[in-house]
Each structure stands twice: as C-alpha cells, then as structure tokens.
C-alpha cells in the first residue's frame, strides 16, 4: 500500500474529530478542576496535560499527588494506565510502517484512544494519508489543553474543601468508562469483582497508594488471562 | 506561573513512561509478536485498573457512595453521555450528603 503524509489529511482528520470535543470537555475540566486542587498551579497543570497528553492517566495520577510528590506511584499510575496504548500503534502498522523521522515518533506523540479508534475506522475504509492520525491528534491536545486550563480556572474561582463531592467527579468518571468497557458478565464479571476485592483487601490491611490499585488490577487481569488461554487450551 | 522541581520532575517521569507505551510499544510489538498471555492480560488490565481505582472508595463510602455510583453507572449505561453520567454521580453525592447520609 502507498502512504502518504500530506496537509489535506491531516486536516480531515482535524475535521473528523470536531465531534469529539463535546464530550471530551467535561472530562478535561474536571482534570482541570482536580490539578488545582491538588495544588498544581496552572503551568505545572498545562505542562503534564501537554506533556503526557492521557486523560485517564493524570486524572489517576492526581489521586495520588502529594507535597512532596510521590514520584513512583504517580508514575506507575501513569504507565499502568497507559500500557493499553502499546498495542495502538501495532495495529497501525500499515501506516506507521511507512513513516520514518519526525512523522513517525512524532506522530506517536499525539496518540490517543479518539486517535486510534478514528485512524482504524479511516484506514479500514481504504484511507492511505498517515497524517489523518496527526491531525487528530494534535487536535484533541489543543482541545486538551483548553478545557483542563478552563476547569484549572473555574477551580481557582471556587476553592473547596477536602471531602466535598465535586471530588466524586474523579471516581464518576473512572466508573462511566467501565460502563463502555464492560464485554459482558461471562468475560468480565469475574476478574472485576476479583480486582475490586482484592484492591479492597490492600487498601483494608493498611498498604500506601497505589499497591491496592497494582495489586488488585493485576491480579483481575492475570486471573482472566490465565482463565481465558485454560478456555482456548481445552476447546481445541 | 510557579513550577516546583519535584512536580516537574514527576510530570517528565509521566511523560516519559506515557511516551514509552505510544511508541515503544509499536517499536517493540512490531518486531516481537507478545506472547498470548500478554496479549490477553493486556486486554484485561483497563477495566481492572478502573474497578481497582473505584472499588476500595467506593465499598467504605457508605450509603452514599453506593447511590452516587449506582446513578452514575445507570446513567452512562442508558446515555452514553459522559457528562451527563458525572453530574448524575456528583449530584446524587450531593444531595445524600446534604440529607444527612
């Protein structure tokens, strides 16, 4: 296949993501929201949000800050969480495996989740431009960087004390993407309710974040992998 | 504009691992196929590490907790909509605290 890397697709995939930005708004203002909280200050805010660019990671990360900061378990937090993107760019092989310099690592930069999922749909239709995927990449970062500095703002305005619900955003929006996560009970009940439990029982016996979230989330997923390969072993 | 030594420190340290996962894991998946364990376990790990976050607050929050969770699930399970999801669990968090539970 011929790839190409031109302006025009990577402003279709600017075009393609505009949609995306709806919903991607409340989830950077309350990362926004959070950062402030936790006492970052809005440039320590839009240097993580540009630099390590993934939702779900900083957001998780925030829920270990500390003064000091607790350099090892913000940055587990981040790598555990981020480890699903390692198999994204595999998949884009067809692409990427063209693209050399700056267009390919620097391509990579900008993956994400939207990114990835957009770029897949494109290039399963019979899309060659590359720079599809830059485009919509460096467009949610900019979108990125512009709601979590709204919500660092609106923080700034309204200073809340510790304990107070606004907090269960964080929580709310971890438990909102189990709900697209979810495969059904048959696959996923199991190593859930055992990562649930077993982070439970951690975090009872005293253990300092993030150990009750390794601990439990590998012991969920390494339960369903061995459960699933015994699953395969035994059907052939 | 104040940036601390220890959060730029550990924002780069974020930085780095999150780069290491975008790229190293196309550089490095690329030339070795993962083993199937691997492979599944990593299917795994995003829904695990969610309900490994949630589960601990979640169980020792109380009846409040439980509710704000319970709407902020529903919500998302019949709208899809993710704003509409937190607003329901914070919402509901709210009005439970505020009457006392």
Request: with cysteine.
């Amino acid at each position: 296949m011929q790839v190409l890397f031109t302006r025009d697709g990577a402003l279709r995939g600017m075009r393609a993501a505009r949609p995306l930005v709806l919903g991607m708004m409340p989830f950077g203002l309350i990362t926004g929201v959070i950062a402030g909280q936790h006492g970052l200050s809005l440039a320590e805010t839009l240097l993580m949000s540009g630099l390590v660019f993934a939702g779900s990671a900083q957001l998780l990360a925030l829920e270990f800050w500390a003064d000091p900061v607790p350099f090892t378990a913000v940055v587990l937090a981040a790598f555990v969480v981020n480890l699903r993107m390692a198999p994204m760019g595999p998949a884009l092989a067809p692409w990427l495996d063209r693209l050399h310099g700056w267009r390919l690592w620097g391509t990579l930069t900008t993956l994400v989740d939207h990114s990835f999922a957009l770029s897949v749909a494109e290039m399963r239709a019979g899309g060659r431009d590359a720079a599809f995927l830059l485009g919509v990449g460096v467009f949610l970062w900019a979108v990125w960087l512009v709601t979590v500095a709204m919500g660092h703002g609106f923080g700034d305005v309204v200073r809340l004390p510790p304990g107070h619900p606004l907090f269960f955003a964080a929580t709310a929006a971890f438990l909102a993407m189990l709900v697209s996560l979810w495969r059904g009970a048959a696959r996923d009940l199991l190593p859930w309710a055992l990562a649930g439990g077993v982070a439970l029982a951690v975090h009872v016996l005293g253990l300092p974040a993030p150990m009750p979230l390794l601990i439990g989330a590998f012991a969920g997923a390494t339960f369903g992998a061995l459960r699933d390969g015994r699953q395969n072993g035994s059907s052939r | 504009m104040e940036m601390r030594a220890d959060v730029v420190i550990a924002i780069l340290g974020m930085a780095a691992v999150t780069y290491l996962c975008r790229a190293g894991g196309y550089a490095i998946l690329r030339a070795i196929r993962p083993p199937p364990f691997l492979e599944r376990l990593l299917h795994y790990l995003p829904g695990c590490i969610f309900v490994a976050y949630a589960a601990p607050g979640l169980a020792l929050g109380g009846p409040a907790a439980w509710a704000a969770g319970a709407a902020c699930i529903a919500v998302q399970a019949k709208t899809r909509n993710f704003a509409a999801s937190t607003v329901a669990g914070v919402g509901v968090l709210w009005l439970m605290r505020l009457a006392g539970a």
